[in-house]
């Protein structure tokens, strides 16, 4: 995978190649967030008050949106006849036409064809983002980048949500998908242009990358993937569904969720370095079994406000998993791993939301429950990442 650096060389390159790679993966970020959180923001009240979808199809929607993360090995494929950033570019291109088709097919068929287009491109682009973090910042800088980017992107959520909040007052949904889409598309073209890559760089390891000694690495991402879609799926749904949020409420408490994760994000990719993955991904895991467990017995608007907040903030902590994978590494295998990742993260998750769906019909509880029993598994397993790996290289 041509021009792409190593962990381990991040400190060999020059502050300028450094420097054109972050503002070029910073800006893609805010392009990525912008589309991505308006058509979060905009397609359970989409879905409901135009498409007409029932829970048991919004649970297979969200599933088909899995089946790109699921198929992200392609990258590495794709990547032996396209730089990996200029993959990353066009990825963002895709996704913004994706949220653009979504207003116009307002049905079940309609919405799930543009939610995979849509999924093809972001998942794309976040498997080539964490790869190319990790290629181009050292073990010390990384967890801070992440957070870095983290920061930026709930900078850019709550742009889109006061947006929305603004225009859903005089444009129709399928104008704000437009908008929001629109965005990504002018930001893909743009970096098609760019090339920040350094010359110098070593190649990546071609091909799939599977190695036994990473299989932590992989069991974690397995679990986080898995708990996570439950929480995609079905935590906004339950606002609508079952708490009666209207999309001035959703969009108002995305907002606030981004204005806390705007300040937080930075400052845990910071604490990652200061107490190492194993202490971050424990207090992680703990929180989640209660959050989850929460969503299954609140009562009102506020208290399940404030669990998707306390949510987006834990959730935060799973960079930690990237960082660890990094200090255990081949330089060269970060690439091809990255990919490999997403396809292992996303083996439930292309399963649960249809499960969960028809959970859901049985008893909307269940399958928060499950989200916290994968909580608890999870705890269990972050239990063998070494308490010496802390601080780093």
Known sequence: ????????????????????????????????????????????????????????????????????????????????????????????????????????????AGVAATTMLMSFGFHYYETLNQSLILQYFGKGEAPVIMGRIRGFTAGANLAVGGSIALLSLWL????????????????????????????????????????????????????????????????????????GFGITE?????????????????????????????????VEYVALVFVFLGYAVAQTKWQVAALYIADHVFYNFALAIKSYFQKIADPADIAPSM???FTINHIGAVILPALGGYLWMIDYRIPFVGAAALACVSLLMSQFIPLTMRKAE
């Open 1 to 108: 995978m041509s021009g792409d650096t190593p962990a381990v060389a991040g400190a060999e390159h020059s502050a300028v190649d450094n420097r054109r790679m972050l503002i070029f993966l910073v800006i893609l970020a805010l392009c990525s967030a912008f589309a991505f959180q308006g058509w979060r923001t905009l397609l359970n009240n989409y879905a409901v008050e135009v498409a007409g979808l029932s829970g048991l199809q919004m649970g297979l929607v969200q599933s088909l949106r899995e089946v790109p993360g699921f198929l992200a090995l392609g990258v590495v494929f794709l990547l032996l006849f396209i730089r990996e950033h200029k993959l990353a570019a066009f990825s963002i291109v895709i996704l913004g036409c994706g949220v653009i088709l979504t207003g116009q097919f307002p049905s079940f």
């Open 172 to 243: 129709s949904y399928s104008s704000l998908f437009i908008l929001v889409g629109g965005v990504a598309v002018c930001g893909g073209i743009w970096a098609l242009g760019q090339n920040p890559s350094s010359p110098s760089a070593p190649r990546q390891n071609k091909g799939i990358v599977l190695r036994s000694r990473y299989w932590l690495f992989y069991l974690l991402t397995f679990l986080s993937g898995a708990r996570r879609q439950i929480f995609v799926a079905f935590a906004v749904f339950l606002m609508v569904d079952k708490f």
């Open 250 to 282: 959703v969009t108002l408490l995305f907002i606030a969720n981004n204005v806390v994760n705007w300040f937080l994000s930075p400052a845990i990719g910071r604490a990652v370095n200061r107490y190492g993955e194993r202490s971050m991904l424990t």
């Open 339 to 341: 990919a490999a990742s």
